[in-house]
């Protein structure tokens, strides 16, 4: 590669099928010979952490600025402390989440978008960001049991919404998650590789 590392997000609804579409992105460039690792948001950091177990758990809402704030802080420290780390070493990170996830979701929580990228300015812009499309009917069908705060249905539509406006724009690749598992993988496969510098995957695959 030109620079160091490859960075990559994968995003979308809850219950998209983004953490297994992740994790079989990971296995499939390392099979083809890459260096490529893991890691998602929130984070396994001290912060990450607290959101998990505190923000996500709740019955109700806290306050839109305060879910920004708190996932901003989140994202500082995951990328700083993991992802920068990593990328300098010359890996390709594939990240579960990133900054679109706090554009879509407190977004469509009434939040204004140039507000949560301004709290978020220090940290990277993804080379790659993909969005696993899945309409909000067929997500709700893969839910069992419990819902988290931000996973019903009113809340759902508004979040695509905005994830589709990215990919209008050009900022997101949107890939379809609402057919057989392995069709979406070799999708996603397919854009990662052309995506990355032709002479290092030429080198990787030979």
């Excluded at 160091?4 to 953490?19: A, N, P, Q, R, W």
């Excluded at 990328?79 to 989440?97: A, C, E, F, H, Y």
């Amino acid at each position: 590669m030109n620079k160091k590392g490859f960075f990559i997000c994968i995003e979308g609804l809850d219950k998209s099928g983004k953490t297994s579409q992740s994790i079989l992105l990971v296995e499939a460039l390392c099979k083809k010979g890459f260096d490529a690792i893991y890691t998602t948001e929130p984070s396994s950091g001290e912060i990450g952490t607290f959101i998990r177990r505190y923000l996500l758990r709740r019955k109700q809402r806290l306050p839109a600025v305060v879910e920004a704030l708190l996932f901003a802080a989140d994202r500082a420290d995951h990328t700083n402390n993991k992802i920068k780390p990593l990328l300098q070493q010359g890996m390709v990170v594939v990240s579960d989440r990133y900054i679109y996830s706090s554009l879509a979701y407190q977004g469509a929580a009434g939040l204004d978008l140039e507000w949560i990228k301004s709290i978020n300015k220090e940290v990277l812009k993804p080379d790659l960001a993909i969005y696993l499309d899945v309409p909000v009917e067929a997500v709700m069908k893969r839910h069992k049991g419990s819902k988290s705060v931000m996973e019903w249905p009113d809340i759902q539509r508004k979040v695509r919404e905005i994830y589709l406006r990215f990919v209008y724009e050009g900022e997101m690749i949107s890939v379809d998650g609402d057919r057989p598992i392995e069709e979406a993988a070799n999708d996603i496969k397919r854009i990662v590789l052309e995506k990355l510098n032709p002479k290092q995957r030429e080198q990787q695959l030979s």
